[in-house]
């Protein structure tokens, strides 16, 4: 326990809840980290596909921004709405079932799921992957890197939710910071310079242009750079951290991360501009990310230069944590709709949802495992898990407000919303169909399925367990006793005797395996059944099954459900000796046919049979 | 069970054992093939020591192999002696400590196990080295061929003795038939030319003296060639397996054995030296096995070559099945004297003693697998626990006859046998201890030890549970009976029920988590109490215990224990209800309490707590 307690901190009871929650101060690395680090792969992903396009290119991103820009106005003041009607949390998930029905709510929740899981892989692998650029002799420990990164968000985060905003601070504020300086001074040197700022280290010469701009080509780098608004979601799926006021502090945080997002996506694409800032193929020797282009051209390759790509490398990798905030509490309300395994819903030490945490260490670590931790290839897939969330959160927004009535106003609010998104989805989708999107479309309709399995698991068996009537108390009577019997020693006398104490009917069962000295059945007249007629006790009976072919646990499961059909409706209590020894090795030295008569008797019986352990303790 | 019958054949029942014993044709390849097949690399090892000495080494392996023989008769008569005085299968293990005490046995049957997986593995990996080397591009798959050949001896064993001796009739009779030819041929041909026969093939020339012969060089010679003698006991331990009469029989088989193995030594040993054939260095390229050389000079390189050095290589590799056949009977043996497991007792579908097969076919695989199936560096360890349970059987047997009286010719024998190979034992530790023999030195009294323990627990299970008086039946009580209880379902219905039936003591206990709506609490009084005063039955009480932490099973095993003290000698039952699934992987849907709660009950509790599962099938 204590080794634990100095890992993940000490438990924490129930009553300690509202201490663990936040302000919008530790509230904005939380939410935050996962939509603001988008900024820095976001406009590149679009600058990327411009380059085909050479010197041109680069102008086209500031319209493209500013239609992302656009698209993040009209998605926050949905979401603004979100939060003041759903302060118990209103991710896309339980807007949209509440709103939509379960149908679309379960669409929501697949593609939710996929996101976050995503979100981590991809957060910490492009981590790792800046990390792995600018260090190259670490290449060849990539995996171990990712692995060891989700080893550290796995303890921090099973330490509470106000720890982990503590150690996410530092890193994001100065990530903002750091990339405010950039484009405030940037900026100044524009204005300075009349729109003709001269770099202090120059960007590299952009190539010539190779293609002539298309309707097609400018959807592609729309969707590309959609992957910045990813995240956006967090803060109105985890209203309830926040402590109270807790719509209040939930909106100003969100406020806030838009505004930041909105101030460097815009910073980003006018400067690229200014100082004719391209993005360089990933894959060449010569790469060299935007960001760092920019700063390089902004503020030469100083101290600061340094500081800037540390803390964007720290804050890619840390961005997992949104998904660690927010998947544990998506899985737990799919839980309590009862299409998730219910083991989600349980609250581990320090009132987290561990077994959520867990799903997604497991399926982050697989993802990264099955692709060596290089899961740039992933990117893509997941604007559409976000887009179709957003899509379905609104629409379903759009329906409460209808239902409140009186309500013209957000409605349209939400509808704008939901038909943008809608809208997006479907360029994304089209856009990026053979570039991955496919997975993702095979992915959702697969985790509905599973959820609907076990919805209807859940359904029938609280159907068949449900008792409605008070306990009947006809017919109750003892059960009869089996006690399987190989010879006379102080463990068949203690379940002798405890058989005796339950019931008046008792049998033992003595296998005769054709080699047996010592058999049970030659002191049983001596034993047991002299002093039993001495006390004028009801007198157990002896059964002996022969079995030729030296089974055991087969012939005693075969007479108990024989001896079960003949009673009907009674019970069958089978007495099982267990011997419990003192290390686990020892139980090397003693046959399990225990363990497996339970086990057999469990998978072959019935209602009616009933197995009675009675442990025996070695060596006490 | 199909599938079992088609590998493994039918079951068998206890009363068919006497038709699966055997005869001496049939006992000849089951029990001769690992002596017989000793012929093929014992000389070899001999003469490997010998190429320093150059074409003068050669003349050496007539007067190492004439003393190998003489030991080889003296174990002969002894083991004669031992098969009259055990035919109830007379092991080193049996006789050493039947005669000699319990410290000697156990040196023996630590040895013996040793030597058997020994066998098994050398054999094995032996066979693939010669099929390897003819068939160099096999080479890469060695260990896979291992595995292979273990696999398949495994399944052949398993299906019984008399089937294990089909098997192996047609390579073992190949084996001596190709082999007897060439010697007769070689024999008559250095008849024919006066002691100068002209080789068919030559073989290759050998290299110059390197060095002078010492003492110390001749003691290594002898030890190498001693290998030559594994597996002569493997008869004197079978006895069991023949059928009647059967102390004739396993005679009868003994001496066909050693009298075909001394033909094979002699014949071998005469004509390298008359076709002047040396070794060749087992790791050079030109390697060219002993037997190769023999059989090509006697006969030439044609159909009759190949199918000699084919039957060699099957029999090589098949040498490990005496091991399959003795092993599972030795561990038997220990166990019954409670120094091994007593799984080693049970025996399976087909009368073998499946767990002593599976243990060997473990170890073996394992030492296989470290060696990656080149285990060449285990030949010098395994003629020291031959050796040493030689002698110790012997002395024993010396001790048995003396006990007998009226036996000196029949002490003398079993004295000469003792002396002798107890001689042969210290020569070998000696000329082999840094070449890998101390390995053995330290494994045995590992081996030893491990057996003391486990014989010391099962001697302090059998005192503890020993029950020399009859039942006593004073204090007969229905046990108190607790019930864990979350709310009211069929489920907790008929756990009541069975409690009432069994006992007038009953404890429902409820955890409150404090976040529980729909307790049993609330329906408590209406639901249980009120029909339980109408029937005028007596009540249950229910206790509610707080748990902030959300723990659910330590609170139960707490109170469990602490009701436990409060009772004193009386039995406390906790009734488990336990949900059984259709699909295994339905049990994901459900948390495993029960299983955790009853664990933990076995695990804290005491010899007064009974667990008792009360199951409930869901879709059934």
């Known amino acids: 326990m204590r080794t634990l307690d100095l890992l993940f901190g000490r438990p924490l009871a129930t009553l300690d809840e509202r ?6 101060s530790a509230g904005l690395p939380i939410f935050g980290l996962d939509a603001l680090s988008s900024a820095a792969y976001g406009p590149e992903a679009a600058l990327t596909l411009l380059i085909p396009l050479g010197f041109m290119g680069v102008r086209y991103i500031v319209p493209v921004s500013l239609a992302i820009i656009a698209l993040l106005v009209i998605v ?9 009607a759903y302060p118990q949390g209103g991710g896309s998930y339980t807007v949209a079932t509440a709103n939509l029905g379960q149908g679309p709510g379960l669409l929501a929740a697949a593609a939710l799921m996929i996101d976050y899981i995503l979100t981590a892989a991809v957060g910490i692998s492009a981590g790792v992957g800046a990390l792995v650029s600018a260090v190259p002799s670490l290449h060849q420990h990539t995996l171990a890197l990712c692995l060891g990164i989700l080893l550290l968000l796995t303890v921090i985060n099973l330490r509470g939710v106000r720890d982990t905003g503590v150690a996410f601070l530092v890193p994001t504020y100065l990530f903002l910071g750091t990339l405010l300086i950039v484009i405030v001074l940037g900026i100044f040197h524009v204005l300075v310079r009349g729109g003709h700022p001269i770099p202090v280290v120059a960007p590299p010469k952009l190539p010539a242009a190779t293609t002539a701009l298309t309707w097609w080509l400018m959807l592609k780098v729309f969707s590309s750079g959609c992957t910045a608004m990813t995240g956006v979601e967090a803060v ?96 737990r309300a799919i839980a309590l709709h009862d299409y998730l395994p219910h083991v989600f819903i349980l609250r581990g030490r320090r009132l987290l949802y561990s077994h959520g945490i867990a799903a997604l260490v497991f399926f982050t670590g697989a993802l990264l495992i099955l692709f060596g931790g290089v ?17 379905l959160s609104q629409a379903g927004m759009v329906v409460h407000w209808y239902k409140e009535g009186n309500a013209i106003g957000r409605m349209i609010v939400n509808g704008v919303g939901s038909f943008a998104t809608g809208l997006t989805l479907l360029v994304v989708l089209v856009a990026k169909f053979l570039d991955g999107a496919w997975i993702t479309v095979i992915l959702i309709p697969a985790l509905i399925m599973i959820m609907s399995m076990v919805h209807r698991h859940y359904e029938r068996t609280a159907r068949e367990t449900a008792c409605p009537d008070p306990l009947r108390l006809q017919g109750l009577r003892p059960p009869r006793v089996i006690i399987p019997m190989d010879r006379w020693n102080r463990i068949s006398e203690k379940g002798l005797r405890f058989a005796m104490a339950m019931s008046p009917e008792v049998q033992a069962v003595h296998v005769d395996c054709g080699d047996e000295e010592n058999s049970i059945c030659q002191v049983w007249e001596d034993f047991v059944m002299k002093p039993v007629r001495a006390a004028g006790l009801p007198e157990p009976e002896l059964v002996t099954i022969k079995s030729p072919y030296r089974f055991f646990i087969q012939p005693i499961v075969e007479h108990v459900l024989a001896e079960q059909k003949k009673l009907g409706d009674r019970q ?38 009933v197995v009675i352990n009675i442990p025996w303790y070695l060596h006490k």
């Not at 020797?285 to 960001?291: E, N, Q, R």
């Not at 399990?592 to 339970?598: G, I, P, V």
Request: net charge positive.
């Open 19 to 24: 201490a663990e929650q936040i302000g919008p």
């Open 76 to 84: 926050y003041f949905s979401y603004r709405q979100t939060i003041e």
């Open 375 to 391: 899961t740039d290839r992933l990117i893509p897939l997941y604007a559409i898990g976000a887009f179709l969330a957003f899509t």
């Open 572 to 609: 069958i209590a089978v007495l099982v000796p267990e011997l419990v020894v003192r290390h686990w090795y020892e139980n090397l030295l003693h046959n399990q046919r225990a363990n497996l008569l339970k086990l057999m008797l469990l998978v072959k019986g019935n209602e009616k049979v």
């Open 236 to 331: 109105s799926n985890g209203v309830m951290a926040f402590r109270e006021p807790t719509r209040k502090n939930a909106k100003t945080t969100l406020t806030v991360i838009i505004a930041l997002l909105i101030v460097l996506l815009a910073g980003i694409a006018l400067l690229c501009r200014a100082y004719t800032i391209g993005a360089t193929d990933p894959g060449s020797a010569g790469y060299d990310s935007v960001l760092s282009q920019l700063t390089a051209a902004v503020a030469g390759k100083g101290i600061f230069y340094y500081v800037t790509i540390g803390s964007i490398l720290l804050v890619l990798s840390l961005s997992a944590n949104t998904a660690f905030a927010d998947f544990p509490r998506l899985t």
